[in-house]
């Protein structure tokens, strides 16, 4: 564009269009703006008058276009006309002021750009995430196709190529059929000016910009079409930058517990927890208006009498806000009742908050079960509380955090912290996260969130978390959005948006309870292994499962290489055949146990695998044999090879396992965990989690 139409002022040609209104920046103008942050557009001019004179200094061809207040989509409206000279101008023009519906307040004259592949870059702002950048294959096809890469802003370089190569149609950047490659670094730069550090997503009086078609050519890209979308032009609710988490310490291991709501009449929430509270043996006070004791435990008549650093709260809805006022001098207090913003109480929960900030005492929930905390004698499930390990649980919902907990620990789980956050009116996920992060004890951290309402902060607590984050978010397809509307009171941000946040932060993204257990587990299993290789071995008994087992790990996005060149003569003195990886080899309970770890040993000299997964069919071993032995003389021997083998990671898939006696699977898992293996049932479920493992090591 050249200086005639740089220089064109904005309030000259807002005679048609409502002064003021972001969303009435015409073509010319943004593209003047994109100009001068160093976004190649074509040289063009800016025509008011029917004058075409000044288009004559242009190098033919020439596209012409109308602008006007109601002209959006210009094609669509025949207000696009390409390879023009400048003297069919006048008459294209009439005719152009014939056909178009809109009225004109003008029309620019730009030169036009050869041909190349139609790109298509935009800036949206999404409600809980804040600037995300999308680029695409585009022009018209960009809604067909919906081939887009998205990202949060701002992006790194690394960002901008991973977006470009994760595109289905990359290969038409690279020379597709016989056409030159496009000048890739310069599409990166575009990218980078749009949404890296200091880009055109940080000038928020931009708004939403979309740049539809960028022509990208062996030798450059310009923005041939630009649009400023209306849109919320201060970005995300501004928030106060986070400082250092507080010290959240008390809510996982609190002295004493204080549960207020217990009756001495209709048992309710309060006593369950009371129950709960009496088997961890934390020092307990209930607090009651007018018994001495409730369910044997002493009482006080107000949460400003009792001596304690947590205080659950179980009382309807419309009293909380009056017992958080008495709790001055109570570090944390968790409101467990339900009836605020989830169910259209917004009022209530505000009143709540603000009762929690003049009591100076930090607010969990409201709408939330609480803490779980073996080693802080904190739970909010019945039966006592399991082992104390190393992994962390923060979840939206109270339910799954109770089914991951009791299921996690009968798969071999050992929590360090669990917290449930429910409307989260004051400690958030994402202050939660960071302390975790933070915390001696915690190794490794699963999230369960359906409302990202303080995502931006959750981002930032993403990036800054040095230490495995598992992800699984609830609601992400449309369906699941309505139950998650209705269950914490808010709304699920688009699935892509989730993935975006998981590649950018190295979180890995789960879709099930399953596998959020299983890569928990994995981290459990092998997170202090520092491993130097970067390939991953399968070797277990011959078969269709074999097949199988490459296709599950094709799936989860772990290629398993062909087995080194050596191979073969490596592994012809143990009698095994080096076809291929997965690699087959007889096990079972004739075969001798100690065959798996030798040719391990052996595979592991010749290449540094990152991760080996070993895999039996439990079945064969009671169908064909009668005793658990074998099977467990076998699971020793890979205990064995990974205690040898520190510098890589060993994962066990029991396939088949409902075919053992009941036991056989528990004791199996025993000697496995023992040596830090963790163990699947299935091959896909491993191949998740050696996946996610796999992308931790490289992030
Ligand atoms: P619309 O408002 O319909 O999106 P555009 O400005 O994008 O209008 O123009 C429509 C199409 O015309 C573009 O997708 C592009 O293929 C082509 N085009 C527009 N301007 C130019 C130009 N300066 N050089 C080359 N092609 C252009
Ligand atoms: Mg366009």
């Known amino acids: ?74 094609s669509d409206a025949g ?102 490659p496009v000048d890739v670094d310069a599409v990166v730069k575009l990218l980078m000016t749009a949404g890296g550090p200091g880009g055109l997503w940080e000038r928020l009086d931009l708004g939403e ?55 001495t009449t209709r048992p309710n929430f309060g006593n369950m927890f009371l129950g709960f509270y009496r088997a961890t043996g934390v020092p307990l006070v209930a607090v009651h208006p007018t018994a001495s004791e409730v369910s044997g435990v002493p009482a006080v008549p107000s949460l400003a009498r009792a001596d304690v650093d947590y205080a659950l709260v179980a009382v309807p809805a419309e009293r909380c806000a009056e017992v958080v006022r008495q709790a001055d001098g109570v570090p944390f207090v968790q409101v467990m009742s339900g009836g605020f913003g989830e169910a259209g109480q917004p009022g209530l929960e505000r009143e709540l908050a603000e009762a929690a900030r003049a009591a100076g005492t930090r607010l969990l929930g409201p709408n939330c079960m609480g803490v ?177 087992a490459a296709d599950a790990f094709d799936l989860a996005g772990v290629r398993l290489d062909p087995l080194p060149d050596d191979a073969p003569e490596a592994l012809r003195g143990l009698g095994v055949v080096a076809a291929g990886n997965p690699l087959e080899v007889p096990v079972g309970p004739m075969g001798r146990a100690g065959l798996v770890p030798e040719v391990i040993d052996a595979l592991v000299r010749l290449r540094p695998y990152r991760d080996v997964v070993a895999h039996v069919n439990v079945q064969a071993f009671f169908t064909y044999g009668d005793a658990a032995e074998p099977l467990y003389a076998y699971t020793r021997a890979v205990a064995a090879a990974q205690d040898a083998l520190p510098g890589i990671r060993i994962t066990l898939v029991t396939r088949n396992g409902e075919c053992a006696p009941a036991g056989v699977d528990d004791e199996v898992r025993r000697i496995a965990a023992a040596a830090g293996i963790p163990v699947y049932r299935s091959m896909e479920a491993a191949a998740v989690a050696v996946a996610a493992g796999g992308r931790y090591g490289a992030a």
């Open 372 to 548: 779980y905390c073996p080693r802080g004698r904190q739970t909010f499930v019945g039966g006592g509380t399991g082992p104390a390990g190393s992994v962390a649980l923060i979840s939206q919902s109270g339910g799954l955090a109770g089914e991951v907990i009791k299921v996690g620990e009968r798969r071999g789980l050992a929590f360090s912290r669990v917290v449930t956050v429910g409307n989260s009116a004051d400690v958030t996920p994402a202050e939660l996260l960071r302390w975790l992060a933070r915390d001696e004890e915690t190794r490794a951290v699963g999230l369960y969130l359906e409302d990202p309402r303080d995502g931006r902060e959750l981002y930032a607590a993403l990036l800054e978390a040095d230490l495995p984050v598992v992800l699984l978010v609830g609601g992400r397809s449309g369906q699941g959005q309505q139950a998650a509307a209705s269950h914490t009171g808010g709304l699920v941000s688009d699935r892509r948006i989730w993935e975006a946040v998981a590649g950018q932060s190295g979180a890995a993204l789960v879709t099930s309870q399953d596998d959020l257990i299983g890569v928990l587990s994995f981290f459990q299993a092998h997170g202090s292994r520092v491993t130097t290789g970067d390939q991953v071995l399968v070797v277990g008994p011959s078969g269709g499962a074999s097949v199988l």
């Open 79 to 180: 207000a696009v006309v390409l390879g023009l000279t400048s003297g069919e101008l006048p008459a294209a023009a009439s005719a152009m002021a014939a056909r178009v519906p809109a009225p004109i307040a003008g029309f620019l004259v730009e030169e036009q750009a050869e041909a190349g592949v139609e790109l298509i870059v935009g800036l949206v702002r999404d409600p809980a995430f804040g600037p995300v950048l999308l680029a695409g294959l585009g022009g018209v096809w960009a809604e067909a196709l919906r081939d887009t890469a998205l990202r949060l802003c701002p992006i790194s370089e690394q960002d901008a190529r991973a977006m470009l190569g994760s595109l289905r149609g990359a290969a038409l950047l690279d020379g597709h059929r016989g056409s030159p």
């Open 1 to 74: 564009m050249n200086e005639d139409t740089a220089s064109v002022s904005a309030d000259e040609h807002r005679d048609a269009a409502s002064p003021g209104d972001a969303a009435s920046a015409y073509e010319h103008e943004v593209k003047a703006l994109l100009r001068e942050a160093g976004v190649p557009v074509p040289r063009g001019v800016v025509v008011r008058d029917l004058d075409f004179g000044p288009a004559a200094e242009l190098a033919e061809p020439l596209v012409l276009k109308a602008f006007g207040p109601g002209l959006v989509h210009k």
């Open 209 to 263: 910009f979309e740049l539809n078609p960028v022509v990208a050519t062996p030798s450059g890209v310009v923005a041939v079409d630009a649009r400023h979308l209306p849109g919320p032009a201060a970005g995300p609710p501004a928030r106060p930058a986070a400082g250092p988490p507080g010290d959240l310490l008390p809510l996982f291991e609190p002295k004493a517990v204080a549960v207020v709501g217990a009756s």
